[in-house]
């Protein structure tokens, strides 16, 4: 398994500004990916995180607004750009381990209010 | 257009019995499924998966079923315990070639309460 803790764990951000996640995971993973849960939802696929690479966007998801980085196999950072209480949500990282099994492992979540 | 349904938002059990979550699919090409239980302020907690070419994959109390005929998965928690109450999510996924493998497409989650 692998253990996945992400920075911070809650926020209350001004409108306009921007916040970065942070997100280590405690043993190389080859695939890392960040979700979004708004209120009383399921969880939604921001983007793939790309080691080395740009990240891979899904459909309503852009890089201007969520930029991502992944330097290396165990980190990567999402940051919420020019935030409006629309992005109020829970934001989480996971990262997966391919097998004849697969496991996805996701951090405890980093909750953001929008003032 | 929902491509991984949990139609139950919510199940009562009484404790010691056996509960039954299910989770409906439309796509096809999906690889593989996970169940995932998550509390309140904390990030989903991974259960079990399994492989589209399995048709059960079982680890202790929780045992994963897939019909790919009827698009079907279930979990099954034997016996539930108090501690299983918690938001119960499906999840699917699919590889692509290279080795890589696509983000997880979720359900809404089933909301299981087990009663003493």
């Known amino acids: 398994s692998a253990v996945i803790s992400q920075k911070p764990s809650r926020d209350i951000c001004q409108r306009g500004t921007s916040l970065t996640i942070q997100c280590q995971v405690d043993s190389q993973v080859t695939m890392m990916f960040w979700y979004r849960q708004q209120p009383g939802q399921s969880l939604t696929l921001i983007a793939t995180a790309n080691q080395g690479s740009e990240a891979t966007y899904e459909s309503g998801f852009v890089i201007d607004k969520f930029p991502i980085s992944r330097p290396n196999l165990t980190f990567s950072t999402l940051t919420v750009s020019n935030m409006s209480p629309e992005d109020s949500s829970i934001y989480l990282c996971?990262?997966?381990?391919?097998?004849?099994?697969?496991?996805?492992?996701f951090g405890q979540g980093t909750r953001l209010t929008v003032v | 257009d929902q491509q991984v349904k949990q139609n139950s938002p919510s199940l009562s059990v009484q404790e010691g019995r056996i509960s039954i979550l299910n989770c409906d699919y439309t796509?096809?090409?999906?690889?593989?499924f996970l169940w995932y239980k998550k509390y309140p302020a904390e990030g989903p907690t991974f259960l079990i998966s399994i492989s589209s070419i399995k048709d059960k994959n079982e680890d202790g109390r929780f045992t994963v079923f897939l019909n790919k005929s009827a698009k079907h998965l279930s979990l099954h928690i034997v016996p539930s315990q108090p501690g299983d109450s918690a938001v119960y999510f499906c999840?699917?996924?699919?590889?692509?070639?290279?080795?890589?493998?696509?983000?997880?497409?979720f359900g809404k989650g089933t909301h299981l309460i087990i009663q003493p």
């Open positions: 996971s990262a997966m381990m391919p097998g004849w099994n697969t496991e996805a492992f």
């Open positions: 796509n096809s090409m999906f690889d593989y």
């Open positions: 999840a699917a996924g699919s590889w692509y070639s290279g080795g890589g493998a696509d983000g997880l497409t």
